[in-house]
């Protein structure tokens, strides 16, 4: 089994959001809106769905994206339906917005490529479950990519003509909102000059052509990776518009994929100033927090996260770090125990079981966990180099680091 290098699970203490994948390259961003559905939707408990059918589309979904083929993902989709939800209540009798609904399905035509292509070869994709929320069939996926961060989409389910359980819509839980509410706010884009159209958008948000014109440049900017250049152009923005939800939340995210600590962690901060209270952003604010060491109000961004998916075993391991941070080391590996009964899969919830339980001396759980490392996942480990390990002093001096020691060295039978 090829050996795998010592990973410090304190890496797993980034808990970035993952980048909205379809955001940036299909204009769909930078409207200025804070046009989104509330907490509301998502706050009321989970109730599981028992049609199998609804999971069977869930792993579908999985098993699609992680293929890396875009036009897999294109197939689970309802394209139809998707454009129906982003343009209800507005009238599609208007040529222009024909023409923008028209120039939409063509560029979601794109959607599984792009997908494919920002989540990259070694993003891990789990389906967690399936479930109603205001009469939605929704199915929730964990999106881990590693030291990028990890975030989750729900993926809103209906049948199409055919019968069949399709895409109709997704909440990105990276960006608060869902994905429909990203098409129609990127319509201003189309329709610039819709004075009526833009009012029923933006609720009446004062957008006029030379706005029109820099929201044109932040998409050609993001469509470019020009992420440094974005976040220059942001600072001229109107006051009332820099400060929008849907940029601010943008910005944030500009900055990630800018990689950008200090100009990240800003953004975030400014994000809480303004929308610290919205409960869809509970995820993005969690890293918030952390940098600033606000542990209790990370604590009750993950409470509201738990309550909006139902629990997943990468919030109990964001719960067991954020423990391991504050020093509450039984805690932790409660936590971290938690997670792994939950998936016993998931490879970064054992390294900061490993973690929890050297710091908290309850070593037989160390040793277990070693083993299971070792395994299930290809680590190697040398007792003397463990040993010599920061924090891991009083395990190498106990009874049972000498015995599991010992039984390493042992002969073994062939």
Not at 157 to 167: A, F, H, Q, T
Not at 226 to 238: G, S, T
Not at 245 to 260: Q, Y
């Amino acid at each position: 089994m090829r050996k795998k290098s010592f990973h410090n699970p304190a890496a797993f203490f980034k808990i970035k959001s993952l980048i909205p994948v379809l955001l940036f390259t299909l204009l769909l961003s930078c409207a200025a809106s804070d046009v989104h559905r509330t907490g509301a939707e998502l706050g009321d408990h989970d109730r599981l769905i028992s049609g199998r059918e609804y999971d069977d589309a869930g792993r579908h979904i999985v098993a699609a994206l992680s293929s890396g083929n875009g036009d897999a993902f294109n197939r689970t989709m309802d394209k139809k339906a998707l454009l129906d939800r982003t343009l209800q209540g507005i009238s599609q009798d208007i040529p222009v917005v024909r023409k923008a609904r028209a120039s939409l399905y063509t560029a979601l035509d794109q959607a599984g490529v792009v997908m494919a292509k920002n989540l990259g070869e070694n993003t891990q994709l789990t389906f967690v479950r399936s479930r109603a929320i205001k009469g939605d069939h929704r199915a929730l996926v964990r999106v881990n990519m590693g030291d990028r961060g990890m975030s989750y989409m729900d993926f809103v389910l209906g049948k199409d003509e055919r019968g069949s359980v399709k895409i109709i819509d997704w909440h990105d839980y990276a960006q608060g909102q869902l994905y429909s509410d990203s098409l129609r706010q990127a319509l201003v884009l189309m329709l610039p000059h819709d004075k009526m159209l833009i009012a029923k958008l933006f609720g009446g948000a004062a957008i006029d052509k030379k706005t029109v014109g820099q929201f044109s440049e932040l998409a050609r900017l993001s469509r470019e990776n020009n992420y440094a250049q974005w976040i220059e152009e942001y600072n001229y923005l109107p006051e009332e518009l820099k400060y929008s939800r849907f940029i601010l939340v943008t910005r944030a995210l500009i900055a990630s994929a800018m990689g950008s600590d200090s100009e990240y962690h800003r953004a975030l901060k400014d994000v809480n100033i303004h929308y610290g209270d919205d409960p869809t952003l509970s995820l993005m604010l969690i890293d918030h927090h952390f940098n600033e060491r606000d542990y209790r109000a990370a604590h009750r961004a993950l409470d509201r996260l738990h309550d909006y998916t139902g629990g997943d075993a990468a919030i109990d391991l964001m719960r067991a770090n954020i423990c391991l941070a504050e020093k509450k080391y039984h805690q932790s590996t409660k936590y971290a125990q938690i997670a792994v009964r939950k998936d016993s899969h998931f490879e970064d919830a054992y390294l900061t079981l490993l973690m929890g339980s050297v710091y908290s001396k309850q070593f037989e759980i160390t040793v277990n966990t070693l083993d299971h490392l070792e395994f299930n996942f290809g680590y190697e480990f040398e007792p003397d180099e463990i040993a010599r390990l920061s924090g891991y002093e009083e395990f190498s001096k106990s009874f049972i680091f000498a015995a599991w020691k010992a039984d390493r060295m042992a002969p073994r039978d062939r």
